[in-house]
């Protein structure tokens, strides 16, 4: 009999112009002073950063900012974010951006309550305490929008590593297609990329694996696979948008997780030395890491490759399921061979390096050797 | 495009002996004081009671009980609860059963913060505070433990109303689909009856609705009729049991109606006029009704009910699907028809009466005529 905990205290507030309320969920859980984070200088050339301030103003919050953070986030961002929030003296932390903002804003949140390096927390120690957390998702795809994870890069050690912890559910995630129709089509694809990874890595690693969660994977994986198409036709197509949006939380809320047991993310683990060594989207690296270890995998669990291929594809086989989702992968334009990575000789040598060092960090290194990575890269190569 | 705000801070505790533990999660929340709550003495006898009031003593959590609640649950029970609590000074209650069990509980739990009369909170009143609530399932069926409404009749004016409040969300609820295979035959395709019912409600009757959720409502149907057939046969498949109490959970935590519009509770609202005089399971009114209020609605909605057809039973055509349905009611053994639970003749009128009632406090009249609710009743009757 499978056993779980399942727990996530985040409140969605999904729909047009939420972002604009943004100062009142605020203001109903007693933040006076926050710190916003942010990527790019876009939101404020749009306008979206002008119309969240005034719903702060509003509510008399004060804020200091910080820009900069970049998709791949490094830890230095962070370190220099914990300074700011500690000056400051914020009470929360609000993330305008995607992923990455949001995860640097929970690393934020975790090193600004604690007297040591923040890294200590990517590397073993509890999070005990942390600033609360808010954050307006421009970008569909990690499900960081309600969960209590985060991934940040250790430039100085390339080391993409996460941090979690029960302080790091965001309290209050504004989802709004709107904001996130604007996307470039390639990040688009990273994305879909991105949710399918989060939804397959469990589905195919664990050795318990209930039914009714196999069929809400499946039903999430053909969400997205039918979203990304509408919406490669359509960008403004804001109910596929909704729905890719919604996809992506349910993807990696816990929800898809709950009676698993022996799930293993190592498609994140391979992948995230590709962005580390060579700064690939994150997406784009695990459409190319995939298929590649969906081969190399496909025999310790053929019976869930055969289920893949026939719920997903409606085709007989496992190899005919990793070919289809390879096909689809080529058809929408994002990348399957390291080849159009440009990734070979010296550089494959250190991702490899790379990954086999996060294989033994993350406990992974009795299936994960050197060669199996190497085998794994093999499969990608074209 | 769609709208929502979604929050469910329950946490669910889920497996095998997980009730031993509840002393220590009531802890966890500093209760002191709680008052248990259930319905018949096999808790006792199975030895459930002392197992968990084992754990109670251990954490130093005193109590005092009430059991004798009733499926289909009154308001002069809750009236009971309330006082005892308040003599106490419970600061939490712990529902040992299933569903009618727990909604007693919630409405114990806002009574006792109130210094008027609970069924205010049935018939508008906001619930502002209330005890703190933990439970343990012995059924799984009505999706109470991840939710925060409940259902009680008024034995006076034969009422069976709704309270709900974020207040009333457990803290802790246990599912261990362990102690749920003892439930009887009849309750179990009752019970499935209901998932079912909580599944369609939505589905059938928003007039948004978006993709992904009718996907994962899909899912979630299958996984009722999968599961079913299955405990049919071995009551003691413990994880058919587990999917099944998941799936009854996930039925009605929110997740399946976010972002919905327009969904109303028909089936329910005409089914609680059944309980409410003829005193029927819930599950077994329910299967009942849900088949001729398919046949009265479909040609409002017809492209959903085609949907339905193929994708739960791969059937073309609104009707087969109707049919199948009721074929596979009339297969695991739960009424179909209302000759099957003898109502007819003054008590039939009785109950449109009652139904008609609750379509005018629920705010259905438009739609829910005596008229409109007498053809409902009519295609069910053999």
Same mark, same amino acid.
């Given at each position: 009999?499978?056993? /779980? *905990?399942?727990?996530?205290? @985040?409140?969605?507030?999904?729909?047009?112009?939420?972002?604009? $309320?943004?100062?009142?969920?605020?203001?109903?859980?007693?933040?006076?002073?926050?710190?916003?984070?942010?990527?790019?200088? $876009?939101?404020?050339?749009?306008?979206?950063?002008?119309?969240?301030?005034?719903?702060?103003?509003?509510?008399? !919050?004060?804020?200091?900012?910080?820009?900069?953070?970049? *998709?791949?986030?490094?830890?230095?961002?962070?370190?220099?974010? !914990?300074?700011l929030a500690k000056q400051f003296g914020a009470d929360s932390i609000l993330s305008i951006g995607g992923g990455s903002c949001l995860d640097s804003a929970k690393a934020i949140a975790a090193g600004t309550c604690y007297e040591g390096d923040v890294?200590? /927390?990517?590397?073993?120690?509890?999070?005990?305490?942390?600033?609360?957390?808010?954050?307006?998702? @421009? =970008?569909?795809?990690?499900? *960081?929008?309600?969960?209590?994870?985060?991934?940040?890069?250790?430039?100085?050690?390339?080391?993409?590593?996460?941090?979690?912890?029960?302080?790091?559910?965001?309290?209050?995630?504004? !989802?709004?297609?709107?904001?996130?129709?604007?996307?470039?089509?390639?990040?688009?694809?990273?994305?879909?990329?991105? +949710?399918?990874? %989060? *939804? +397959?890595?469990?589905?195919?690693?664990?050795?318990?694996?209930?039914?009714?969660?196999?069929?809400?994977?499946?039903?999430?994986?053909? @969400?997205?696979?039918?979203?990304?198409?509408?919406?490669?036709?359509?960008?403004?197509?804001?109910?596929?948008?909704?729905?890719?949006?919604?996809?992506?939380?349910?993807? =990696?809320?816990?929800?898809?997780?709950?009676? @698993?047991?022996?799930?293993?993310?190592?498609? %994140?683990?391979?992948?995230?030395?590709?962005?580390?060594?060579?700064?690939?989207?994150?997406?784009?690296?695990?459409?190319?890491?995939?298929?590649?270890?969906?081969?190399?995998?496909?025999?310790?669990?053929?019976?869930?490759?055969? $289920?893949?291929? $026939?719920? !997903?594809?409606?085709l007989q086989g496992a190899d005919a399921g990793i070919e289809a989702l390879k096909a689809w992968f080529d058809k929408i334009g994002t990348p399957t061979t390291l080849a159009q990575l440009k990734i070979e000789g010296k550089v494959l040598e250190q991702v490899i390096d790379n990954a086999t060092q996060n294989a033994l960090d993350w406990q992974m290194s009795d299936i994960y050797t050197r060669e199996a990575i190497a085998e794994v890269f093999a499969?990608?190569?074209?």
């Amino acid at each position: 009999m499978y056993q /779980f *905990s399942f727990y996530n205290p @985040t409140r969605i507030e999904f729909g047009a112009e939420k972002e604009k $309320r943004m100062g009142e969920f605020m203001a109903q859980f007693g933040v006076c002073k926050t710190l916003i984070v942010y990527g790019s200088e $876009r939101i404020k050339k749009s306008g979206l950063f002008d119309s969240v301030v005034a719903g702060l103003k509003e509510k008399g !919050i004060e804020f200091v900012e910080m820009g900069g953070i970049k *998709s791949n986030p490094v830890l230095s961002k962070v370190n220099e974010g !914990i300074v700011l929030a500690k000056q400051f003296g914020a009470d929360s932390i609000l993330s305008i951006g995607g992923g990455s903002c949001l995860d640097s804003a929970k690393a934020i949140a975790a090193g600004t309550c604690y007297e040591g390096d923040v890294w200590d /927390f990517f590397i073993g120690k509890k999070v005990e305490k942390a600033l609360a957390i808010f954050d307006i998702m @421009t =970008l569909a795809a990690t499900g *960081s929008e309600m969960n209590s994870g985060g991934v940040v890069m250790n430039e100085q050690t390339l080391q993409k590593y996460s941090i979690k912890g029960t302080p790091l559910f965001p309290k209050v995630s504004v !989802i709004n297609p709107q904001l996130q129709s604007t996307v470039s089509r390639d990040y688009l694809v990273y994305s879909a990329a991105d +949710i399918i990874a %989060h *939804s +397959i890595e469990g589905y195919f690693t664990a050795s318990i694996q209930p039914e009714i969660i196999n069929m809400q994977i499946e039903a999430n994986i053909k @969400t997205v696979i039918k979203t990304t198409e509408i919406l490669l036709e359509n960008p403004h197509d804001l109910d596929a948008r909704g729905d890719f949006a919604w996809a992506a939380t349910m993807a =990696l809320n816990g929800l898809t997780y709950v009676g @698993t047991k022996g799930a293993s993310y190592p498609n %994140h683990m391979i992948e995230h030395a590709m962005s580390a060594v060579c700064d690939v989207p994150h997406g784009a690296g695990l459409s190319v890491v995939m298929p590649a270890w969906m081969k190399w995998w496909k025999k310790r669990n053929l019976a869930q490759f055969e $289920r893949f291929a $026939r719920e !997903i594809f409606g085709l007989q086989g496992a190899d005919a399921g990793i070919e289809a989702l390879k096909a689809w992968f080529d058809k929408i334009g994002t990348p399957t061979t390291l080849a159009q990575l440009k990734i070979e000789g010296k550089v494959l040598e250190q991702v490899i390096d790379n990954a086999t060092q996060n294989a033994l960090d993350w406990q992974m290194s009795d299936i994960y050797t050197r060669e199996a990575i190497a085998e794994v890269f093999a499969l990608a190569k074209n």
